[in-house]
């Protein structure tokens, strides 16, 4: 009798979202609503919205002086040159090369086009080299940073002025203070979403990730990188049949207005229906 209450239990946990482990953050914690939904679109209009806060985010980089590199690895047929290495995919491995063609490192490519990523000021260089997290700083002959070696990877970011280091690994997304190899973020229940959970265009180019400006998220809160703070959503949809995941965060003088793609799962093999997304406002409290 014991054993099936515990088995009935562990179903229940299973499918219910309540059931999750808790989120460790230093950042300063809010919680918001959603206060109305403002419009809904098919796929082509998010692709529109998407593309605008590309360019807005891209607008920022020059601002400042910076280079979305990954953008230039995707224009060049997944090709770039930062200082004298050569970054390359090909047949099946991110593969870096020296000036005079010398592999430094080859590594499976694994579907993930997070698997590596540049600094915005184009100083580090992080990998997932076989699951494990390699940095590399650039300027330094590839000199490579040991505080984050032997930690488990499937993707890794870097924010606009590379003051945190974002680490994705499967399901649980964690944020680092980077030069202090700080953890100021662990996330058991969700990765740390950077971008659109289908790629978009732009520029006569698909991508699958903008530039990281300020805010990131994971499934059901926000996080501003640059304040410090997360915020905590209520309202948005997660089941085994139905996900509502968070792909752009616009900020105004109103507030806050996100961008949600809408996926309904289909119980018919190979049949899925396509995502739609709309604008919501959220009212923190």
């Given at each position: ?72 690895y ?68 590839l000199?490579e ?43 058991p ?5 950077v ?26 809160e ?12 209520q ?51």
């Amino acid at each position: 009798m014991k054993k099936v209450v515990l088995i009935s239990l562990s179903l229940i946990c299973v499918l219910c979202i309540s059931c999750t482990k808790p989120v460790y953050t230093s950042f300063e914690t809010s919680n918001a609503k959603i206060a109305e939904t403002l419009f809904g679109f098919k796929l082509a209009q998010c692709n529109e919205i998407l593309e605008k806060s590309y360019k807005n985010a891209e607008q920022i980089l020059i601002h400042n002086g910076l280079v979305d590199y990954k953008k230039e690895y995707y224009k060049n047929n997944w090709k770039l040159w930062v200082n004298q290495y050569e970054i390359s995919h090909n047949a099946g491995f991110i593969t870096i090369k020296n000036s005079i063609g010398d592999i430094l490192l080859s590594t499976p490519y694994n579907d993930k086009d997070a698997i590596f990523n540049i600094s915005y000021d184009k100083k580090y260089l992080g990998i997932c080299d076989k699951r494990k997290v390699r940095i590399f700083d650039i300027d330094n002959n590839l000199y490579e940073i040991n505080q984050y070696k032997d930690m488990q990877c499937t993707e890794i970011y870097f924010p606009l002025d590379t003051t945190y280091l974002i680490v994705n690994n499967k399901n649980r997304g964690q944020i680092y203070d980077f030069k202090a190899g700080k953890l100021v973020y662990d996330n058991p229940n969700s990765p740390i979403f950077v971008g659109s959970p289908y790629y978009f265009y732009y520029d006569n180019t698909y991508y699958p990730n903008p530039p990281i400006i300020d805010y990131v998220s994971t499934k059901n809160e926000i996080i501003s990188l640059n304040e410090g703070k997360r915020i905590v959503i209520q309202g948005l949809k997660h089941s085994y049949q139905y996900d509502e995941n968070i792909v752009a965060v616009m900020k105004d003088k109103e507030g806050i207005t996100v961008l949600v793609a809408e996926i309904e799962r289909s119980f018919i093999p190979f049949v899925s229906t396509a995502p739609f997304c709309s604008l919501r406002v959220l009212q923190e409290f």
